[in-house]
């Protein structure tokens, strides 16, 4: 973008937001250029740049966007010389980045702009609830609305995958709805470490103190992170501090409860346990679907000629592991090939498409286990599954047995046939129909034929 067409934004902008803010607030700013479709300003101060970003980034990217230009965030800079274009493009920095000589400005480009971490798509809308994280996301809800803090912290953990970031950034953006002048600070563990490291090899720990202390509401991320890095640890502890004795709200998340990390300072883990602590549980099979159907709509938006069988939702929902991320990845994938390919989404096409998937998620479910938990669910002796015993409470749970061990493992016939007992394949074929045809008419076998399974999962 030339400055020119800046100059005609800056127009269509004062009138969009008035004279007045016009003046105090985008004026001082300068413009630097468009890269990697993100475009780059300088500004005066760290908070004048945090604070333009959160009141008027929308507004600005809007009228870029009406300029014509293809941008996607906004970057603000307190150099005021060019820089090189090595910024990163997402705000999770992976690999830990020791002396690269513009680490200041890559960590300022993420970090003092709160908002520019935010990925957009992570809204309350787009966050299907059910059983496995209803209490995640109630709290979240409740930390939200922004009232007088609630609980303090607000400690959301769980496995990978399952939505913590999610739900941080949907409070971040419903925040910013409703308590528009509240400074929102939302950042990883790993980059408030960059920082804190920075500040140390810059001597202004100061400005790291009031920088984090001047927030309003503190989120950090993944904070197992700092997990037994000592000195970031101490000043985490300190901030954490502070912010709460001014009554600030904080929100922080972990893979797993305080309690269970292992290097993190004992005293952090007792003051994070001092708020409300949730965990988000490994979804379950009715989460799934209800995230896969979600999905499918976005990625109709996109190919507007999808096609899917019946029943592929459900199988990738029953077979797909509990991680949403490759959920969502499988879905992906799988719409992507169907439009290349230009064929309807059956599961024949699902099996093939995502076999590498299917293969590392499916658990290994042995038959003893089987077995064992089908007995205990019945009431009934290993043994009794393995006798010639035809008692109608006994015949029912083997046969259930059987069905299942050809449901959820790959066995064959003739092998099933041999664990239980030395049988004929046509015997537990025969065992196999039986319960599929009592599951058609007897909702009891459905019901009996589904805990089972959430047993074999769990
Ligand atoms: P975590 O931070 O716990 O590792 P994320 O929040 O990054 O997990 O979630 C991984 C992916 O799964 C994201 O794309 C997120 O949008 C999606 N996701 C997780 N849970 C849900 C949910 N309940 N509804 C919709 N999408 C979800
Ligand atoms: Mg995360």
Not at 278 to 294: A, C, N
């Amino acid at each position: 973008m030339t400055n020119d067409k800046w100059a005609d934004v800056c127009n269509e902008l004062q009138s969009a937001i008035g004279k007045n803010n016009f003046k105090s607030w985008i004026e001082p700013i300068e413009f630097d250029r468009i890269d990697a479709r993100i475009a780059r300003f300088r500004v005066p101060t760290n908070f004048f740049g945090t604070w333009v970003s959160q009141k008027f980034g929308d507004v600005i990217l809007r009228h870029l966007h009406g300029a014509g230009l293809a941008v996607d965030r906004l970057e603000f800079l307190v150099q005021s010389a060019p820089q090189t274009p090595n910024a990163p493009q997402t705000p999770a920095v992976e690999a830990p980045v020791q002396s690269a000589p513009d680490l200041s400005a890559a960590i300022s480009a993420d970090a003092d702009i709160p908002l520019s971490n935010l990925n957009p798509a992570y809204t309350f809308e787009n966050f299907i609830v059910g059983k496995p994280n209803e209490l995640a996301h109630a709290a979240a809800r409740r930390v939200a609305e922004g009232g007088p803090v609630a609980f303090n912290p607000l400690f959301l953990y769980g496995g990978v995958g399952l939505g913590k970031t999610h739900l941080m950034h949907a409070i971040a953006w419903e925040l910013t709805k409703n308590k528009p002048n509240q400074r929102i600070h939302y950042l990883s563990a790993e980059q408030f470490m960059y920082r804190f490291v920075r500040a140390l090899r810059e001597k202004d720990t100061i400005g790291f103190k009031q920088m984090f202390r001047s927030v309003d509401v503190l989120m950090v991320d993944d904070v197992q992170f700092i997990a037994g890095k000592n000195s970031t640890q101490e000043e985490f502890f300190h901030t954490f501090n502070a912010l709460v004795e001014l009554g600030k709200q904080i929100i922080i998340s972990g893979d797993r409860a305080p309690v269970d990390m292992e290097d993190l300072d004992s005293r952090i883990a007792s003051r994070l346990q001092c708020g409300l602590v949730v965990d988000l549980h490994p979804t379950d099979y009715e989460l799934r679907l209800g995230i896969l159907q979600s999905k499918l709509e976005t990625q109709r938006q996109r190919y507007r000629d999808l096609k899917i069988a019946d029943g592929v939702l459900e199988f990738i929902a029953h077979r797909v592991s509990s991680n949403v991320r490759v959920l969502e990845g499988a879905l992906t994938r799988l719409c992507a090939f169907a439009d290349l390919v230009g064929a309807e989404i059956t599961l024949d096409l699902t099996q093939e498409c995502l076999s590498d998937i299917l293969r590392a998620t499916s658990r290994k479910v042995t038959m003893d286990e089987i077995i064992k938990k089908t007995c205990d669910y019945y009431k009934v002796r290993p043994a009794d599954l393995m006798s010639p015993n035809r008692a109608r409470n006994i015949v029912r749970p083997r046969q259930m047995a059987m069905y299942l061990c050809k449901k959820y493992t790959t066995r064959s016939l003739p092998e099933i046939g041999r664990k239980f007992g030395g049988r004929d394949h046509t015997t537990i074929l025969h065992g196999v129909r039986k319960i599929e045809e009592l599951m058609s008419t007897d909702s009891q076998f459905v019901e009996d034929a589904e805990l089972l399974r959430r047993l074999l999962e769990a």
